[in-house]
């Protein structure tokens, strides 16, 4: 059974860091690539970050360039996303997604592409 954990979520101040974890069961992630997205109240899903299978190629929402990171450890099945410096408006529920591949390609924000969708992790930034 395919299936997707996401944990490390909680209540940050702003200006905080959390690393958000992605856990993959069921399949192995080499042939996969990974996004996260989140969607905050009231608002629709959007992409945060993905990174493809090559392990090399990443992508981010101009929103979180250069204070988040996505990485992957396919010896633990596992994606994470460091979220440095962070935002009240990056308070939202974190979903991380699994898009097989048949042939590469380069991860997109397109979440129709993802077949496999985690439960989300809660992210609330407040002081």
């Known amino acids: 059974q395919v299936q997707l954990v996401e944990s490390g979520g909680g209540l940050v101040q702003p200006g905080g860091s959390l690393r958000l974890s992605c856990e993959a069961s069921?399949?192995?992630?080499?042939?996969?690539?990974i996004g996260w997205f989140r969607q905050a109240p009231g608002k629709e899903r959007e992409g945060v970050s993905c990174?493809?299978?090559?392990?090399?190629?990443?992508y981010y929402a101009d929103s979180v360039k250069g204070r988040f990171t996505i990485s992957r450890d396919d010896a633990k099945n596992t994606v994470y996303l460091q979220m440095n410096n962070i935002k009240p408006e990056d308070t939202a529920v974190y979903y991380c997604?699994?898009?097989?591949?048949?042939?590469?390609?380069?991860?997109?924000?397109?979440?129709?592409?993802?077949?496999?969708w985690g439960q989300g992790t809660q992210v609330t930034v407040s002081s």
């Open positions: 997604a699994a898009e097989e591949l048949v042939v590469f390609r380069l991860c997109v924000l397109y979440q129709a592409s993802y077949d496999s």
């Open positions: 990174i493809s299978s090559d392990d090399d190629s990443t």
């Open positions: 069921g399949f192995t992630l080499d042939y996969y690539n």
